[in-house]
Protein backbone atom coordinates (compact mmCIF):
# COMPACT_ATOMS: atom_id res chain seq x y z
CA UNK A 1 0.00 0.00 0.00
CA UNK A 2 3.13 2.50 1.00
CA UNK A 3 6.20 2.57 -1.38
CA UNK A 4 9.41 3.60 -0.64
CA UNK A 5 10.19 7.12 -2.89
CA UNK A 6 12.98 8.45 -1.29
CA UNK A 7 16.51 6.89 0.22
CA UNK A 8 18.68 9.31 1.11
CA UNK A 9 20.50 10.19 4.03
CA UNK A 10 17.38 12.25 5.21
CA UNK A 11 14.22 11.16 7.23
CA UNK A 12 13.07 8.45 5.21
CA UNK A 13 8.99 9.89 3.35
CA UNK A 14 6.28 7.76 2.18
CA UNK A 15 3.46 8.51 -0.37
CA UNK A 16 0.36 6.79 -0.50
CA UNK A 17 -0.30 4.61 -3.82
CA UNK A 18 -2.69 6.17 -5.63
CA UNK A 19 -2.96 9.20 -3.54
CA UNK A 20 -5.37 7.96 -0.83
CA UNK A 21 -4.51 5.60 2.44
CA UNK A 22 -2.68 6.37 5.66
CA UNK A 23 0.45 6.07 7.33
CA UNK A 24 1.06 2.81 8.97
CA UNK A 25 -0.75 2.84 12.47
CA UNK A 26 0.72 5.60 14.90
CA UNK A 27 2.59 6.78 12.32
CA UNK A 28 5.12 4.12 12.72
CA UNK A 29 7.66 3.49 9.92
CA UNK A 30 7.87 -0.57 9.39
CA UNK A 31 10.56 -1.48 11.30
CA UNK A 32 12.13 -3.74 8.18
CA UNK A 33 12.52 -0.14 6.10
CA UNK A 34 14.15 1.31 8.97
CA UNK A 35 16.76 -1.62 9.39
CA UNK A 36 16.84 -1.06 5.22
CA UNK A 37 17.72 2.92 5.67
CA UNK A 38 20.51 2.04 8.36
CA UNK A 39 22.32 -1.03 6.57
CA UNK A 40 21.85 -0.03 2.64
CA UNK A 41 23.00 3.50 3.23
CA UNK A 42 25.40 3.99 6.47
CA UNK A 43 27.40 1.02 6.71
CA UNK A 44 30.42 -0.19 4.43
CA UNK A 45 29.90 -1.93 1.65
CA UNK A 46 30.84 -5.17 3.55
CA UNK A 47 28.04 -5.45 5.38
CA UNK A 48 25.72 -4.10 2.49
CA UNK A 49 24.44 -7.45 1.20
CA UNK A 50 24.11 -8.69 4.90
CA UNK A 51 21.52 -5.81 5.09
CA UNK A 52 19.38 -6.08 2.14
CA UNK A 53 19.03 -9.60 3.29
CA UNK A 54 17.84 -9.10 6.39
CA UNK A 55 15.85 -6.10 4.93
CA UNK A 56 13.98 -8.41 2.68
CA UNK A 57 13.15 -10.79 5.44
CA UNK A 58 11.60 -8.31 7.59
CA UNK A 59 9.30 -7.01 4.70
CA UNK A 60 8.38 -10.25 4.14
CA UNK A 61 7.26 -11.01 7.29
CA UNK A 62 5.47 -7.79 7.66
CA UNK A 63 3.35 -7.54 4.62
CA UNK A 64 2.02 -10.72 5.31
CA UNK A 65 -0.11 -8.58 7.99
CA UNK A 66 -0.48 -8.20 11.93
CA UNK A 67 -2.56 -11.26 12.19
CA UNK A 68 0.79 -13.55 11.36
CA UNK A 69 2.95 -11.34 13.30
CA UNK A 70 0.70 -11.64 16.47
CA UNK A 71 0.98 -15.61 15.72
CA UNK A 72 4.63 -15.52 16.03
CA UNK A 73 5.36 -12.51 18.35
CA UNK A 74 9.10 -14.29 18.67
CA UNK A 75 9.85 -13.30 15.12
CA UNK A 76 10.05 -9.77 16.49
CA UNK A 77 12.10 -10.80 19.53
CA UNK A 78 14.23 -12.78 16.76
CA UNK A 79 14.35 -9.78 14.63
CA UNK A 80 15.42 -7.42 17.55
CA UNK A 81 18.64 -8.89 18.70
CA UNK A 82 19.74 -10.20 15.26
CA UNK A 83 19.32 -6.11 14.29
CA UNK A 84 21.55 -5.31 17.58
CA UNK A 85 23.76 -7.98 16.22
CA UNK A 86 24.54 -6.20 12.81
CA UNK A 87 23.92 -2.69 14.55
CA UNK A 88 27.09 -3.59 16.77
CA UNK A 89 29.24 -5.63 13.79
CA UNK A 90 28.04 -2.46 11.80
CA UNK A 91 29.68 0.41 14.18
CA UNK A 92 32.93 -1.29 14.35
CA UNK A 93 33.24 -2.18 10.69
CA UNK A 94 32.83 2.08 10.69
CA UNK A 95 35.27 2.58 13.12
CA UNK A 96 37.89 0.51 12.29
CA UNK A 97 37.87 1.45 8.21
CA UNK A 98 39.44 5.16 8.81
CA UNK A 99 39.95 7.33 6.30
CA UNK A 100 43.14 6.98 4.28
CA UNK A 101 44.69 10.29 5.36
CA UNK A 102 43.84 9.85 9.08
CA UNK A 103 45.29 6.20 8.45
CA UNK A 104 48.31 7.72 7.06
CA UNK A 105 48.41 10.44 10.15
CA UNK A 106 48.87 7.75 12.57
CA UNK A 107 51.49 6.23 11.07
CA UNK A 108 53.20 9.05 10.88
CA UNK A 109 52.63 10.25 14.48
CA UNK A 110 53.58 6.72 15.53
CA UNK A 111 56.77 6.54 14.05
CA UNK A 112 58.38 10.10 15.44
CA UNK A 113 57.37 9.15 18.44
CA UNK A 114 59.06 5.53 18.32
CA UNK A 115 62.16 7.60 16.64
CA UNK A 116 62.69 9.89 19.28
CA UNK A 117 63.99 12.71 17.00
CA UNK A 118 61.55 15.55 15.17
CA UNK A 119 63.67 17.12 12.91
CA UNK A 120 61.07 20.14 11.90
CA UNK A 121 62.78 21.77 15.45
CA UNK A 122 65.99 22.99 15.90
CA UNK A 123 66.91 20.52 18.94
CA UNK A 124 65.48 17.42 17.10
CA UNK A 125 66.14 15.25 19.48
CA UNK A 126 63.08 14.60 22.02
CA UNK A 127 64.80 11.14 23.84
CA UNK A 128 64.48 13.13 26.85
CA UNK A 129 60.54 13.33 26.45
CA UNK A 130 60.06 9.91 24.37
CA UNK A 131 58.17 8.36 27.04
CA UNK A 132 56.20 11.10 27.51
CA UNK A 133 55.12 11.81 23.72
CA UNK A 134 54.02 7.82 23.87
CA UNK A 135 51.78 8.32 26.71
CA UNK A 136 50.28 10.73 25.46
CA UNK A 137 49.26 9.36 22.43
CA UNK A 138 48.86 6.43 23.11
CA UNK A 139 45.68 7.99 24.89
CA UNK A 140 44.73 9.11 21.77
CA UNK A 141 45.72 6.12 19.36
CA UNK A 142 47.94 8.20 18.21
CA UNK A 143 45.69 10.35 16.50
CA UNK A 144 46.80 14.16 16.24
CA UNK A 145 46.08 16.22 19.95
CA UNK A 146 45.98 19.78 18.09
CA UNK A 147 44.30 19.13 15.06
CA UNK A 148 40.33 19.04 14.16
CA UNK A 149 38.84 19.20 10.82
CA UNK A 150 42.75 18.82 9.51
CA UNK A 151 43.83 22.65 10.73
CA UNK A 152 45.22 23.45 14.37
CA UNK A 153 42.28 23.46 16.74
CA UNK A 154 42.15 26.79 19.09
CA UNK A 155 43.85 25.11 21.98
CA UNK A 156 46.80 25.02 19.54
CA UNK A 157 46.67 28.20 18.63
CA UNK A 158 46.10 29.96 21.92
CA UNK A 159 49.34 27.67 22.96
CA UNK A 160 51.23 29.27 20.07
CA UNK A 161 51.07 32.50 21.31
CA UNK A 162 51.76 31.80 24.84
CA UNK A 163 55.04 30.27 23.54
CA UNK A 164 55.84 32.53 21.11
CA UNK A 165 55.26 35.31 24.19
CA UNK A 166 57.67 32.93 26.67
CA UNK A 167 59.83 35.85 26.76
CA UNK A 168 57.33 37.63 29.68
CA UNK A 169 57.87 35.10 31.65
CA UNK A 170 61.54 35.13 31.83
CA UNK A 171 62.16 32.35 29.01
CA UNK A 172 63.38 32.54 25.65
CA UNK A 173 60.66 32.02 22.75
CA UNK A 174 63.40 30.21 20.88
CA UNK A 175 63.66 27.21 23.05
CA UNK A 176 60.05 26.28 21.99
CA UNK A 177 60.32 26.65 18.06
CA UNK A 178 57.62 28.86 18.75
CA UNK A 179 58.38 30.97 15.73
CA UNK A 180 58.44 28.08 13.15
CA UNK A 181 55.80 26.26 14.55
CA UNK A 182 53.43 29.66 13.82
CA UNK A 183 54.63 29.20 10.24
CA UNK A 184 53.80 25.37 10.25
CA UNK A 185 50.33 26.53 11.35
CA UNK A 186 50.05 29.00 8.39
CA UNK A 187 50.42 26.51 5.74
CA UNK A 188 47.32 24.76 6.99
CA UNK A 189 45.67 27.57 5.70
CA UNK A 190 47.22 27.35 2.12
CA UNK A 191 46.61 26.63 -1.03
CA UNK A 192 48.52 23.61 -0.94
CA UNK A 193 47.46 22.20 2.96
CA UNK A 194 50.47 20.05 4.34
CA UNK A 195 50.33 16.42 3.56
CA UNK A 196 49.50 13.87 6.03
CA UNK A 197 53.17 13.36 6.84
CA UNK A 198 53.48 16.93 7.55
CA UNK A 199 50.73 17.35 9.77
CA UNK A 200 51.60 14.74 12.34
CA UNK A 201 55.10 16.31 11.55
CA UNK A 202 53.24 19.81 13.19
CA UNK A 203 51.24 17.78 15.73
CA UNK A 204 54.27 15.93 17.46
CA UNK A 205 56.39 19.04 17.18
CA UNK A 206 53.94 20.93 19.01
CA UNK A 207 53.46 18.33 21.79
CA UNK A 208 57.54 18.20 22.25
CA UNK A 209 57.46 21.89 22.71
CA UNK A 210 54.52 21.82 24.99
CA UNK A 211 55.84 19.57 27.29
CA UNK A 212 59.33 21.24 26.80
CA UNK A 213 57.92 24.89 27.89
CA UNK A 214 55.69 23.18 30.66
CA UNK A 215 58.75 21.91 32.32
CA UNK A 216 60.69 25.36 32.11
CA UNK A 217 58.18 27.31 33.31
CA UNK A 218 57.18 25.07 36.49
CA UNK A 219 60.26 23.97 37.58
CA UNK A 220 62.92 26.09 35.44
CA UNK A 221 64.75 25.35 33.13
CA UNK A 222 68.38 24.72 35.41
CA UNK A 223 68.28 22.62 38.23
CA UNK A 224 69.46 24.08 40.84
CA UNK A 225 72.29 21.10 41.86
CA UNK A 226 73.73 23.00 38.25
CA UNK A 227 74.46 25.91 40.11
CA UNK A 228 75.47 24.57 43.88
CA UNK A 229 72.05 25.22 45.20
CA UNK A 230 70.69 22.86 47.71
CA UNK A 231 67.11 23.02 47.43
CA UNK A 232 65.11 20.11 47.36
CA UNK A 233 67.14 18.07 49.96
CA UNK A 234 66.74 16.09 53.00
CA UNK A 235 67.19 17.12 56.49
CA UNK A 236 70.49 15.36 57.72
CA UNK A 237 69.00 14.68 60.96
CA UNK A 238 65.43 13.90 62.64
CA UNK A 239 63.92 17.40 63.49
CA UNK A 240 63.51 16.39 67.10
CA UNK A 241 67.56 16.61 67.31
CA UNK A 242 69.15 19.57 69.15
CA UNK A 243 71.06 21.89 66.20
CA UNK A 244 73.60 24.75 68.06
CA UNK A 245 76.76 26.49 67.51
CA UNK A 246 76.93 29.10 64.49
CA UNK A 247 79.96 27.68 62.84
CA UNK A 248 81.38 24.68 61.21
CA UNK A 249 84.93 24.57 60.12
CA UNK A 250 84.42 21.70 56.86
CA UNK A 251 82.20 21.24 54.24
CA UNK A 252 79.07 19.20 54.40
CA UNK A 253 78.16 16.89 51.36
CA UNK A 254 74.31 16.48 51.25
CA UNK A 255 72.04 14.24 49.27
CA UNK A 256 69.29 15.32 46.84
CA UNK A 257 65.86 14.25 47.02
CA UNK A 258 63.68 13.94 43.87
CA UNK A 259 62.82 17.55 44.04
CA UNK A 260 61.12 20.45 45.75
CA UNK A 261 57.35 19.07 44.54
CA UNK A 262 56.58 16.14 42.36
CA UNK A 263 55.41 17.21 38.87
CA UNK A 264 53.89 15.28 36.09
CA UNK A 265 54.41 17.70 32.57
CA UNK A 266 52.61 14.87 30.24
CA UNK A 267 49.84 14.91 32.95
CA UNK A 268 49.58 18.42 32.66
CA UNK A 269 49.62 18.37 28.66
CA UNK A 270 47.25 15.84 28.47
CA UNK A 271 44.68 18.62 29.88
CA UNK A 272 45.91 21.21 27.26
CA UNK A 273 43.65 20.14 24.14
CA UNK A 274 40.50 19.97 25.82
CA UNK A 275 40.91 22.97 27.72
CA UNK A 276 38.50 25.76 27.38
CA UNK A 277 41.09 28.14 28.33
CA UNK A 278 44.65 26.56 27.82
CA UNK A 279 46.42 29.89 28.55
CA UNK A 280 45.10 30.46 31.65
CA UNK A 281 45.48 26.37 32.61
CA UNK A 282 49.38 27.35 31.42
CA UNK A 283 49.49 30.80 33.70
CA UNK A 284 48.83 28.25 36.67
CA UNK A 285 52.53 27.04 36.23
CA UNK A 286 53.88 29.86 37.63
CA UNK A 287 55.21 29.77 41.30
CA UNK A 288 52.76 30.92 43.56
CA UNK A 289 54.30 34.00 45.44
CA UNK A 290 53.61 37.76 44.48
CA UNK A 291 56.57 38.45 43.70
CA UNK A 292 57.02 36.48 40.35
CA UNK A 293 53.62 38.46 38.89
CA UNK A 294 55.17 41.82 40.42
CA UNK A 295 58.80 41.06 38.71
CA UNK A 296 56.73 40.03 35.22
CA UNK A 297 55.88 43.59 35.21
CA UNK A 298 58.93 45.11 36.01
CA UNK A 299 60.22 43.00 33.11
CA UNK A 300 58.54 44.12 30.45
CA UNK A 301 58.96 48.12 31.78
CA UNK A 302 62.55 47.36 31.61
CA UNK A 303 62.57 45.41 28.06
CA UNK A 304 60.80 48.78 26.96
CA UNK A 305 63.75 50.91 28.43
CA UNK A 306 66.32 48.45 26.75
CA UNK A 307 64.77 48.62 23.53
CA UNK A 308 65.91 52.11 23.35
CA UNK A 309 68.23 53.21 20.64
CA UNK A 310 69.01 56.76 22.92
CA UNK A 311 68.93 55.67 26.20
CA UNK A 312 71.54 57.71 28.15
CA UNK A 313 74.62 56.08 29.47
CA UNK A 314 76.39 57.17 32.51
CA UNK A 315 80.22 57.66 31.76
CA UNK A 316 82.67 57.13 34.39
CA UNK A 317 82.62 59.84 37.25
CA UNK A 318 84.95 60.82 40.21
CA UNK A 319 83.76 60.57 43.76
CA UNK A 320 81.20 63.18 43.92
CA UNK A 321 79.89 64.96 46.53
CA UNK A 322 76.61 67.43 46.57
CA UNK A 323 77.43 70.84 45.14
CA UNK A 324 80.84 69.65 42.75
CA UNK A 325 80.85 69.91 39.14
CA UNK A 326 81.98 66.90 36.22
CA UNK A 327 81.30 66.76 32.92
CA UNK A 328 79.09 63.46 33.47
CA UNK A 329 76.58 65.19 35.76
CA UNK A 330 74.82 65.76 32.35
CA UNK A 331 74.91 62.17 31.05
CA UNK A 332 73.62 61.46 34.69
CA UNK A 333 71.03 63.59 34.82
CA UNK A 334 69.71 62.40 31.64
CA UNK A 335 69.88 58.79 33.18
CA UNK A 336 67.74 59.02 36.17
CA UNK A 337 65.42 60.83 34.05
CA UNK A 338 64.89 58.06 31.77
CA UNK A 339 64.45 55.79 34.97
CA UNK A 340 62.11 57.95 36.71
CA UNK A 341 64.66 58.89 39.52
CA UNK A 342 64.58 62.50 38.83
CA UNK A 343 61.00 64.03 37.60
CA UNK A 344 61.05 64.72 34.18
CA UNK A 345 59.77 68.51 35.45
CA UNK A 346 63.21 68.90 37.38
CA UNK A 347 65.19 71.94 35.66
CA UNK A 348 68.73 71.58 35.62
CA UNK A 349 70.68 74.69 36.98
CA UNK A 350 72.47 77.11 34.78
CA UNK A 351 75.20 75.22 34.61
CA UNK A 352 74.12 72.02 33.83
CA UNK A 353 77.35 70.26 34.99
CA UNK A 354 76.84 71.18 38.83
CA UNK A 355 75.62 68.00 40.91
CA UNK A 356 72.67 70.27 41.96
CA UNK A 357 70.09 69.66 44.94
CA UNK A 358 67.40 67.81 42.62
CA UNK A 359 69.86 65.73 41.26
CA UNK A 360 71.17 64.72 44.56
CA UNK A 361 67.64 64.25 45.49
CA UNK A 362 67.03 61.41 42.69
CA UNK A 363 70.54 59.60 43.63
CA UNK A 364 69.22 59.09 47.27
CA UNK A 365 66.69 57.55 45.78
CA UNK A 366 68.26 55.52 43.48
CA UNK A 367 70.66 54.28 46.38
CA UNK A 368 67.80 53.48 48.49
CA UNK A 369 66.46 51.24 45.66
CA UNK A 370 69.96 49.62 45.25
CA UNK A 371 70.44 48.62 48.58
CA UNK A 372 73.29 51.71 49.28
CA UNK A 373 73.67 54.28 51.45
CA UNK A 374 71.80 57.03 50.83
CA UNK A 375 74.48 60.04 51.69
CA UNK A 376 73.76 61.57 47.98
CA UNK A 377 77.52 60.98 47.41
CA UNK A 378 78.69 59.07 44.46
CA UNK A 379 81.33 57.05 44.88
CA UNK A 380 82.37 53.59 43.47
CA UNK A 381 79.39 51.17 44.49
CA UNK A 382 77.09 53.94 43.90
CA UNK A 383 79.08 54.89 40.12
CA UNK A 384 78.73 50.26 39.60
CA UNK A 385 75.03 50.47 40.21
CA UNK A 386 74.56 53.63 37.89
CA UNK A 387 76.27 52.38 35.18
CA UNK A 388 74.30 48.93 34.97
CA UNK A 389 72.02 49.40 31.41
CA UNK A 390 68.76 48.16 31.01
CA UNK A 391 69.49 45.10 29.39
CA UNK A 392 71.40 44.38 32.06
CA UNK A 393 68.52 44.65 34.41
CA UNK A 394 66.31 43.05 32.05
CA UNK A 395 68.44 40.03 32.18
CA UNK A 396 68.71 40.18 36.19
CA UNK A 397 65.30 39.63 35.97
CA UNK A 398 64.86 37.17 34.39
CA UNK A 399 67.68 35.46 36.52
CA UNK A 400 65.38 35.93 39.56
CA UNK A 401 62.67 34.32 37.71
CA UNK A 402 64.30 31.51 36.77
CA UNK A 403 65.22 31.09 40.80
CA UNK A 404 61.57 31.65 41.82
CA UNK A 405 60.89 28.35 39.88
CA UNK A 406 62.88 26.32 42.26
CA UNK A 407 60.74 27.16 45.24
CA UNK A 408 57.62 24.91 46.31
CA UNK A 409 54.90 27.15 47.14
CA UNK A 410 54.07 27.36 50.83
CA UNK A 411 52.52 25.09 52.71
CA UNK A 412 52.26 26.03 56.50
CA UNK A 413 50.32 29.10 57.53
CA UNK A 414 52.80 31.50 58.24
CA UNK A 415 56.13 31.30 56.83
CA UNK A 416 59.96 33.12 56.67
CA UNK A 417 61.59 34.76 53.59
CA UNK A 418 65.09 36.15 53.86
CA UNK A 419 66.83 37.51 50.67
CA UNK A 420 69.98 37.00 51.30
CA UNK A 421 71.75 39.87 48.72
CA UNK A 422 69.26 42.28 50.59
CA UNK A 423 70.07 41.47 53.90
CA UNK A 424 66.24 41.50 54.98
CA UNK A 425 63.65 39.10 56.45
CA UNK A 426 60.05 39.29 55.87
CA UNK A 427 57.28 37.15 57.66
CA UNK A 428 53.99 36.25 56.18
CA UNK A 429 50.85 34.79 56.40
CA UNK A 430 49.47 32.65 54.18
CA UNK A 431 47.05 34.12 51.19
CA UNK A 432 48.46 37.45 52.39
CA UNK A 433 50.58 39.47 50.10
CA UNK A 434 52.06 42.08 52.32
CA UNK A 435 54.37 40.82 55.09
CA UNK A 436 53.16 40.89 58.47
CA UNK A 437 56.94 41.07 59.68
CA UNK A 438 59.85 43.01 58.61
CA UNK A 439 63.57 43.08 60.17
CA UNK A 440 67.04 43.76 58.98
CA UNK A 441 69.32 40.36 58.73
CA UNK A 442 73.04 39.84 58.44
CA UNK A 443 73.86 36.92 56.51
CA UNK A 444 77.06 35.24 55.58
CA UNK A 445 80.36 37.03 54.55
CA UNK A 446 80.65 36.45 50.69
CA UNK A 447 84.46 37.91 51.37
CA UNK A 448 85.32 35.27 53.58
CA UNK A 449 83.20 32.27 51.55
CA UNK A 450 80.95 32.01 54.51
CA UNK A 451 78.09 32.10 52.27
CA UNK A 452 74.55 31.55 53.64
CA UNK A 453 73.03 28.23 51.75
CA UNK A 454 70.24 28.78 49.85
CA UNK A 455 67.16 26.36 51.20
CA UNK A 456 63.72 25.35 52.15
CA UNK A 457 62.83 24.04 55.30
CA UNK A 458 60.54 24.16 58.67
CA UNK A 459 60.90 26.27 61.21
CA UNK A 460 60.26 23.68 64.34
CA UNK A 461 61.46 25.16 67.11
CA UNK A 462 63.44 27.75 69.36
CA UNK A 463 66.11 28.21 72.12
CA UNK A 464 66.17 30.69 74.33
CA UNK A 465 68.86 31.62 76.45
CA UNK A 466 71.13 29.09 74.41
CA UNK A 467 74.85 27.67 74.43
CA UNK A 468 77.14 28.05 71.59
CA UNK A 469 79.41 25.13 70.71
CA UNK A 470 82.53 26.72 69.17
CA UNK A 471 83.44 25.07 66.29
CA UNK A 472 87.11 23.55 66.37
CA UNK A 473 88.21 25.93 63.30
CA UNK A 474 87.62 29.59 65.48
CA UNK A 475 88.42 27.94 68.50
CA UNK A 476 91.96 26.92 66.83
CA UNK A 477 92.23 30.40 64.82
CA UNK A 478 90.47 32.90 66.93
CA UNK A 479 90.13 31.91 70.53
CA UNK A 480 93.39 29.90 71.37
CA UNK A 481 95.72 32.39 70.35
CA UNK A 482 93.44 35.01 72.16
CA UNK A 483 93.89 33.10 74.97
CA UNK A 484 97.23 32.65 75.06
CA UNK A 485 98.03 36.07 75.03
CA UNK A 486 95.51 37.22 78.11
CA UNK A 487 94.68 34.35 80.46
CA UNK A 488 91.54 36.54 81.65
CA UNK A 489 90.16 35.65 77.89
CA UNK A 490 88.04 32.91 78.80
CA UNK A 491 86.40 34.32 81.70
CA UNK A 492 85.83 37.80 80.51
CA UNK A 493 83.99 36.20 77.11
CA UNK A 494 82.59 33.62 79.34
CA UNK A 495 83.90 30.17 77.84
CA UNK A 496 84.42 27.23 79.21
CA UNK A 497 85.19 23.82 78.35
CA UNK A 498 82.43 21.29 78.28
CA UNK A 499 83.00 17.42 76.72
CA UNK A 500 86.51 18.68 75.20
CA UNK A 501 85.16 21.35 73.37
CA UNK A 502 85.14 25.12 73.94
CA UNK A 503 81.40 26.41 74.52
CA UNK A 504 80.02 29.98 75.69
CA UNK A 505 77.60 30.43 78.76
CA UNK A 506 74.73 31.90 77.72
CA UNK A 507 74.09 35.86 78.31
CA UNK A 508 73.86 39.02 76.99
CA UNK A 509 77.42 38.79 75.78
CA UNK A 510 76.54 35.05 73.74
CA UNK A 511 77.55 34.91 70.09
CA UNK A 512 73.93 33.86 69.55
CA UNK A 513 72.27 36.37 71.83
CA UNK A 514 69.39 35.41 73.77
CA UNK A 515 67.49 33.57 71.00
CA UNK A 516 67.90 30.57 68.63
CA UNK A 517 65.39 29.71 65.82
CA UNK A 518 65.93 26.05 65.01
CA UNK A 519 65.03 24.90 61.10
CA UNK A 520 66.52 21.70 60.69
CA UNK A 521 68.84 21.17 57.47
CA UNK A 522 71.82 19.67 55.49
CA UNK A 523 74.16 22.44 56.41
CA UNK A 524 72.83 23.13 60.18
CA UNK A 525 72.41 27.03 59.70
CA UNK A 526 69.74 28.79 62.07
CA UNK A 527 68.26 32.48 62.77
CA UNK A 528 69.88 33.80 65.65
CA UNK A 529 69.89 36.97 67.97
CA UNK A 530 72.92 38.83 68.65
CA UNK A 531 74.72 41.56 70.51
CA UNK A 532 76.42 43.14 67.73
CA UNK A 533 73.28 45.54 67.25
CA UNK A 534 75.24 48.10 66.13
CA UNK A 535 75.86 45.98 62.56
CA UNK A 536 72.26 46.16 61.19
CA UNK A 537 72.62 50.15 60.56
CA UNK A 538 75.15 49.07 57.97
CA UNK A 539 73.88 48.80 53.95
CA UNK A 540 76.16 46.40 53.02
CA UNK A 541 75.66 43.33 56.27
CA UNK A 542 77.38 40.32 55.35
CA UNK A 543 79.22 39.51 57.82
CA UNK A 544 78.47 35.81 59.83
CA UNK A 545 79.75 32.81 59.14
CA UNK A 546 76.83 31.61 57.26
CA UNK A 547 73.71 31.54 59.81
CA UNK A 548 71.24 34.92 59.86
CA UNK A 549 71.48 37.29 62.77
CA UNK A 550 67.94 39.25 63.09
CA UNK A 551 67.64 43.05 64.33
CA UNK A 552 64.85 42.34 66.53
CA UNK A 553 64.75 38.35 67.47
CA UNK A 554 61.83 38.76 69.97
CA UNK A 555 59.80 40.24 67.04
CA UNK A 556 60.21 36.82 65.16
CA UNK A 557 59.37 34.79 68.15
CA UNK A 558 56.54 36.86 68.62
CA UNK A 559 55.42 36.07 65.02
CA UNK A 560 56.36 32.39 65.21
CA UNK A 561 54.51 31.85 68.24
CA UNK A 562 51.63 33.19 67.50
CA UNK A 563 48.22 31.93 68.92
CA UNK A 564 50.55 29.95 70.99
CA UNK A 565 49.47 29.78 74.84
CA UNK A 566 51.28 31.99 76.72
CA UNK A 567 53.86 33.34 74.64
CA UNK A 568 53.15 36.69 74.08
CA UNK A 569 56.15 39.54 73.68
CA UNK A 570 56.10 40.05 77.70
CA UNK A 571 56.21 35.74 77.95
CA UNK A 572 58.95 35.95 75.36
CA UNK A 573 60.94 39.31 77.14
CA UNK A 574 60.68 37.83 80.19
CA UNK A 575 62.30 34.27 79.12
CA UNK A 576 65.34 35.99 77.20
CA UNK A 577 66.15 38.38 80.22
CA UNK A 578 65.19 36.01 83.20
CA UNK A 579 64.47 32.52 82.06
CA UNK A 580 66.40 29.56 82.30
CA UNK A 581 69.48 28.80 80.11
CA UNK A 582 69.12 26.59 77.01
CA UNK A 583 65.18 26.19 76.87
CA UNK A 584 63.70 24.65 74.25
CA UNK A 585 60.25 25.83 72.91
CA UNK A 586 58.39 23.70 70.20
CA UNK A 587 56.09 25.81 67.58
CA UNK A 588 52.27 23.87 67.61
CA UNK A 589 52.77 25.35 64.06
CA UNK A 590 56.10 24.67 62.35
CA UNK A 591 57.06 27.91 59.94
CA UNK A 592 58.33 27.77 56.35
CA UNK A 593 61.53 29.10 55.97
CA UNK A 594 63.26 30.31 52.66
CA UNK A 595 66.40 31.36 52.36
CA UNK A 596 66.37 32.35 48.84
CA UNK A 597 68.59 34.93 46.67
CA UNK A 598 66.85 36.85 44.51
CA UNK A 599 68.91 40.50 43.26
CA UNK A 600 65.89 42.01 42.70
CA UNK A 601 63.02 42.68 44.61
CA UNK A 602 59.66 44.87 43.49
CA UNK A 603 57.24 45.90 46.39
CA UNK A 604 53.77 45.83 46.35
CA UNK A 605 53.86 49.60 44.79
CA UNK A 606 55.48 48.51 42.09
CA UNK A 607 58.86 50.06 43.03
CA UNK A 608 61.59 47.91 41.96
CA UNK A 609 64.74 47.32 44.06
CA UNK A 610 67.88 45.91 42.32
CA UNK A 611 71.08 44.75 44.81
CA UNK A 612 74.77 43.47 43.83
CA UNK A 613 75.39 40.08 43.32
CA UNK A 614 77.11 39.26 46.25
CA UNK A 615 77.65 35.65 46.19
CA UNK A 616 78.30 35.68 42.14
CA UNK A 617 75.26 33.80 41.51
CA UNK A 618 73.51 35.50 38.96
CA UNK A 619 76.81 35.48 37.04
CA UNK A 620 76.88 31.44 37.28
CA UNK A 621 73.39 30.74 36.37
CA UNK A 622 73.80 33.21 33.70
CA UNK A 623 76.49 31.64 32.22
CA UNK A 624 74.79 28.48 32.28
CA UNK A 625 71.81 29.80 30.41
CA UNK A 626 74.11 31.04 27.79
CA UNK A 627 74.75 28.07 26.59
CA UNK A 628 71.42 27.66 25.42
CA UNK A 629 69.64 24.34 25.72
CA UNK A 630 70.14 21.14 26.87
CA UNK A 631 71.46 23.45 30.13
CA UNK A 632 73.73 22.05 32.22
CA UNK A 633 72.66 19.13 34.36
CA UNK A 634 74.73 17.91 37.50
CA UNK A 635 76.12 14.32 37.05
CA UNK A 636 77.13 14.60 40.79
CA UNK A 637 74.11 12.88 43.00
CA UNK A 638 76.09 15.34 45.83
CA UNK A 639 76.47 19.17 45.94
CA UNK A 640 79.24 20.52 48.45
CA UNK A 641 78.62 23.66 50.07
CA UNK A 642 80.59 25.12 52.85
CA UNK A 643 78.46 25.81 55.95
CA UNK A 644 78.87 26.93 59.16
CA UNK A 645 76.43 25.38 62.34
CA UNK A 646 77.46 22.50 64.33
CA UNK A 647 75.46 20.10 66.32
CA UNK A 648 75.98 19.48 69.83
Not at 10 to 24: I, L, M, N, S, T
Request: include cysteine.
Amino acid sequence: MFEKVVYQAKPVRYVRRGGGGKPPQGGVVPFGILTHHFFVLHQPASLSMLGRMMVRGFESAAGRGPAVMRRLPSVWLVCCLVSICFFRLAAHGAESEAPPAQEAIVAAIRGIVEAGRQPLLHRPDFSDWQDSLRQLYEAANFRPLWLRSDKPSGQATEILRVLSEADRRGLSPEDYDAARLREEAARFDSATPPTAVDAAAFDTALTVCVLRYVSDAHVGRVPPRAVGFALGMEPSRPSGLAVSGEHQEQAAEVTPTAGPRPFDPAAFVSRLPAAEAPAQLLATLDPQFPLFGRLMTALAHWRELAARTDFPQVPNLPKLHPGESDAGVVPLRDFLRATGDLPSAARAPKNARVYDPDLVKAVKRFQEQHGLGTDGVIGAATLSQLQISPAGRVRQIELTLERLRWLPPPEEEAFVVVNIPEFQLRGYYRGSTSPALQLRAVVGSASLRHETPVLHASMQYLVFRPYWDVPPTIAQKEILPDAEQDPAYFSRHHYEFHNGRIRQRPGDDNALGLLKFVFPNPFHVYMHDTPKKRLFAKSRRDFSHGCIRVSDAAALAEFVLRGQGKWDRDGIDAAMKSGRNDRRVYLERPVGVYLLYSTVVVDGDGTTHFFEDIYGHDARLDAVLAKGPPYAVSNSSTVTVKVEAQSK
